[in-house]
C-alpha cells in the first residue's frame, strides 16, 4: 500500500502530515455508495449527511482523499465554465452561458460559505481574477467577452486598460486585462481533506486505498473492492477525469493533464519588479491558458501551456519534461526579472473533458446512479456546488439546481480507441493553432 505521495504534487509535498483512513475490510451495507475521493464525493458525502442525517454513506477511494485532479491542481475557485463564456454561448446559446456563469458564481461563492461555516483550515483568500492580454487579439478576444457579459445581465466583471492593469501585475506584455473580484484561491489539498473531515463528522464513512474493483448492478448494487464489499441502494460516480477507467460511463469523458511548476520564494526585490502586491490569481487569453498565482509562503506557481493527453487506459501522463521545461521559460518570458529562479517541484495531473467542452452530470441508466465529468480544468468551485445537485438528484428532487442545462442532458459520447486519441488530438491541435494565430507577432522568446 503506497503511504509516500510527496512526489504527486506540490500540495501534497507541503500539506501537514496525514494519516490516512483504513481500507475497507469486510461487507456493508449503505444507501449511498460513492466512488473516489475528491472535491465532487467529499462535497457529496457532506450535504446528504447534512439533508438526512439518518441516511448511510459510504465513501470509497482507491489512494487517499485528494490524490487525482482535487490535489494536483492551481487551486482557482472561478466562475469559468468550460473553455469559457463566449465559447459555452456559441456551443449552447446564449442562455446556457448565462445559465452556466451564474451557477459558476453560485458555486465560488459555496466554496467560501463552505470555509466560513465549518472553519476550514486551507487557506482561503478571495483576492479576485486577472484574465490578462498579451496581444491586440487577445485585447478584442477579452473585450468582445465583457461585452456579452454585460449584455447577458452581468455584473462585477471590467476591462482594466494597459496602466491599471500593469499596476496590479507588471509584465511589459500585458496589454489590458478582465477583472472580476468574485475568484478564490485555496491551498487545494487541505480543502479536500477539511471536506473529508467535517463529512465524516456529519458521518459519512470515508474509506482510502480502496480501489473499486467491479460493480454488479441488481436489486442493489454490489460494488466490490480487494477486501470486501458494499452493498448500496445508490450509487455516485464522483470520479471525473477517472471515469473512463469505469465501464459504465467511460465514453463520457476522457482524461488530457496540465503541468505546474513551482518556484522557490520570491525575495522582497523580486516582488518590487513584478507588483503583484494584490496577489489575484491571473490567466491569460490563450486557449491552452497559462494560469498562476502566489502562494501563502511567497512562491510563483505556474501551469498550463502544454496539454498532455493518453491512450486508452493509461493515466502515466504525469510528468512531462517539455511541459515543465516550457513553463520555466513562460516565466522569464512574462517577468524577465525572475529568469532563473530555482524551481523546486514539478507535478502533473489529468483533468475531465467531454467532446463539447461542457460539464455534465445526471441519472445514468435509472435514478439510482448518479455521474458527474467535465470540469475541464475549472472544478475547484464546480464541484463543490456539484455536490448539492447530485444530493438533489440522490433524493429524487427537482430543485433550481437540477434544472440546469447541464444536468441530465445529452451526452456526445467519445469514440473507442483508437478514434478516441485522435478526435482529442484533432481538438488540441485546433486550439494550438487558433492560440498561433493570436500570438504569431509575439517579441520572440
Known amino acids: ?9 506540490f500540495w501534497l509535498a507541503t500539506c501537514p502530515p496525514y494519516e490516512s483512513n483504513a481500507p475497507l475490510q469486510g461487507d456493508i451495507q449503505a444507501d449511498v455508495a460513492i466512488i473516489g475521493g475528491g472535491f465532487t464525493s467529499m462535497a457529496t458525502a457532506y450535504y446528504l449527511r447534512q439533508a438526512e442525517p439518518s ?3 459510504v465513501v470509497l477511494e482507491s489512494e ?5 485532479a482535487s490535489g494536483r491542481n492551481g487551486s482557482f475557485a472561478m466562475t469559468v465554465i468550460g473553455l469559457g463564456i463566449d465559447v459555452l454561448a456559441m456551443l449552447k446559446g446564449k442562455q446556457a452561458a448565462l445559465e452556466g456563469h451564474r451557477y459558476m458564481e453560485r458555486a465560488v461563492d459555496t466554496v467560501g460559505e463552505l470555509v466560513e461555516e465549518n472553519n476550514l483550515d486551507c487557506d482561503y483568500t478571495r483576492p479576485g481574477f486577472l484574465r490578462m492580454a498579451t496581444t491586440d487579439g487577445y485585447v478584442k478576444k477579452i473585450k468582445k467577452q465583457i461585452e456579452l ?3 447577458l445581465g452581468i455584473k462585477g466583471i471590467e476591462w482594466l486598460d494597459r496602466d491599471a492593469a500593469r499596476a496590479e501585475v507588471n509584465s511589459d506584455l500585458y496589454l489590458g486585462g478582465w477583472w472580476e473580484p468574485r475568484m478564490a ?7 479536500v481533506r477539511e471536506m473529508k473531515r467535517t463529512a465524516q463528522k456529519l458521518g459519512a464513512e470515508i474509506y482510502e486505498h480502496t480501489p473499486v474493483t467491479s460493480i454488479g448492478r441488481g436489486v442493489d ?11 448500496a441502494k445508490k450509487i455516485v460516480f464522483g470520479t471525473n477525469a477517472y471515469s473512463h477507467l469505469i465501464p459504465e460511463i467511460q465514453r463520457k469523458q476522457v482524461p488530457a493533464w496540465t503541468y505546474m511548476i513551482a518556484t522557490e520564494p520570491l525575495t522582497g526585490k523580486q516582488f518590487e519588479a513584478i ?10 487569453a490563450r486557449n491552452l491558458i497559462h494560469y498562476y498565482r502566489i502562494s501563502p509562503d511567497n512562491r510563483l506557481l505556474m501551469g498550463g501551456g502544454p496539454v498532455g493527453l493518453s491512450f486508452g487506459a493509461d493515466m502515466n501522463r504525469d510528468s512531462s519534461e517539455s511541459a515543465w521545461k516550457h513553463l520555466e521559460e513562460h516565466i522569464a518570458y512574462v517577468f524577465p526579472a525572475l529568469k532563473g529562479i530555482h524551481v523546486t517541484h514539478r507535478w502533473g495531473g489529468p483533468f475531465s473533458v467531454t467532446v463539447d467542452l461542457s460539464p455534465t452530470l445526471g441519472y445514468l441508466g435509472d435514478k439510482r446512479a448518479v455521474y458527474s465529468v467535465g470540469c475541464i480544468g475549472h472544478g475547484v468551485s464546480l464541484t463543490h456546488l456539484n455536490g448539492q445537485t447530485i444530493r438533489d438528484l440522490i433524493l429524487e428532487k427537482q430543485t433550481d439546481l437540477t434544472d440546469v442545462f447541464f444536468v ?20 488540441r491541435t485546433y486550439l494550438q493553432v487558433e492560440d498561433w494565430a493570436y500570438e504569431r507577432n509575439m517579441p520572440k522568446r
Open 1 to 9: 500500500m503506497r503511504t509516500d505521495y510527496s512526489g504527486v504534487s
Open 55 to 57: 441516511m448511510k454513506v
Open 64 to 68: 487517499v482523499v485528494g490524490f487525482g
Open 149 to 151: 457579459c454585460h449584455e
Open 185 to 191: 484561491l485555496v491551498n487545494p489539498v487541505k480543502l
Open 221 to 231: 448494487f454490489k460494488l466490490k473492492t480487494p477486501s470486501g464489499c458494499v452493498t
Open 275 to 284: 507588483g503583484w502586491q494584490h496577489r489575484q490569481g491571473v490567466e491569460d
Open 408 to 427: 441530465n442532458r445529452r451526452v456526445i459520447p467519445w469514440p473507442p480507441e483508437p478514434f478516441r486519441l485522435a478526435v482529442s488530438g484533432a481538438l
